[in-house]
């Protein structure tokens, strides 16, 4: 019985549910084809607007806040990263290594607490704002179902008492029902009549807060991170002072094509010779890791791809202007403007000067330069040098009408190179190289796409095999490299 009296009281609340649901739809339809009044508040459906703008706005807020934050937490994890490349870099025997260590730990710890209050000032007082909104969101639209029971009340006990055949019994009832509507909707109204006007105001000083918090934590952190900064920067700075002065000489290597270099870091040879000669030069390439002969020396490394600028760490071979070869000439011998020379050291057999005049097809221009040169070199101080004079070109033609381009040779063939080191690419557009490998230096097709410190070019064995430049051609680092014709 018990049961059964339970199953009847539950089917009549579900009973009485759907008749207010119903009553409540019949209710609408009769407003909106104005055939009933609807009990409007202006002031309330403004507060109501007022009310889903700032929602909106502080769920806005939430979601940005929450992605700055994965952004410090990603900030952190790429900086984390960063210093400990710098503690695996740097050697046991360099200066500061344990004050390196120290600035990478309160690095971490740095990151670590500014992310830490920003959750605890910031997101998590975000999150408390928030939470009020849904249930006074639930509670505005309860009072909206309210007002429509209360409506549909009133017009009930309107219709009952314009009747012809009233029937007080039902009158009595329906205006109890109406008392009843009203005093519910009433309540509920005048709550939402306080606290809506309250909650939009309380925005100026949330939002006051919760930025002052972020500006006042982003303060701090940029503080304290900038003295690390200038730790470690100062760190560094010992550091290149200690090790700027050290010098990698190499033996020279005969070369018709690499001019002397006065003031730069002489390397050792790539194959690890012993040097037998006082006089060195520098060779823009990269060292071996076996010939460094001062500490802290670092082990060569492809160039940079962006190809904004020279191949790094070893800066590229620069090849001297015209102009700034006239005037080495004109101070070294008084003579007239040269177009292009290359210098060899004494140790150079004559015969390589020689040799590589005829490469370029004025044997006998280089024949007489050499003896002027050999005959001032004996009355100056100067060290005795050969001077090789090339003919200049235009766009792959000597002056004077003559093609420098060879029948075996791509077109706009200009000299060749041969790599004295291994080069990865790393773009589609560049060559890869081995140590002994020979290029074809060609010309860009147009002058301002080449990067500085780089060429281009075809690998001999390439193109004798397909004669095909669309195909074979590419960059390379001229660094890697040393001219051989």
Known sequence: MAELGSKGVTAGKIASNVQKKLTRAQEKVLQKLGKADETKDEQFEQCVQNFNKQLSEGTRLQKDLRTYLASVKAMHEASKKLTECLQEVYEPDWPGRDDTNKIAENNDLLWTDFHQKLVDQALLTMDTYLGQFPDIKSRIAKRGRKL?????????????????????????????????????????????????????????????????????????????????????????????????????????????????KANKSPSPPPDGSPITSPETKTVNHELEPSTLEAPGASIPKSPSQLRKGPPVPPPPKVTPSKEIKQENIISLFDDNFVPEISVTTPSQPAEAAHGGAEAAGSEAAAGAEASKTEADSGSSSLPAVVV??????????????????????????????????????????????????????????????????????????????????????????????????
């Open 148 to 260: 429509v029971d209360y409506d549909s009340a009133r017009h009930h006990f309107e219709a009952l008492q314009t009747a012809k055949k009233k029937d007080e019994t039902k009158i009595a009832k329906a205006e109890e029902e109406l008392v009843k509507a009203q005093k519910v909707f009433e309540e509920m109204n005048v709550d939402l009549q306080e606290e809506l006007p309250s909650l939009w105001n309380s925005r100026v000083g949330f939002y006051v807060n919760t930025f002052q918090s972020i500006a006042g934590l982003e303060e701090n952190f940029h503080k304290e991170m900038s003295k690390l900064n200038q730790n470690l920067h100062d760190v560094l700075l010992g550091l290149d002072k200690q090790y700027s002065a050290n010098a990698f000489p190499i033996k020279a290597q005969p070369s018709d094509s690499t001019p002397v």
């Open 388 to 485: 090789e004079t090339f003919p200049a070109t235009v766009n792959g033609t000597v002056e004077g009408g003559t093609s420098s381009e060879r029948a075996d040779m791509p077109p706009g063939f200009l000299f060749k190179v041969q790599a004295m080191h291994d080069y990865t690419a790393t773009d589609s557009d560049e060559l890869q190289l081995k140590a002994g490998d020979v290029v074809l230096v060609i010309p860009f097709e147009n002058p301002e796409e080449q990067d500085e410190g780089w060429l281009m070019g075809v690998k001999e064995s390439d193109w004798i095999q397909h004669k095909e430049l669309d195909q074979c051609r590419g960059v390379f680092p001229e660094n890697f490299t040393e001219r051989v014709q």
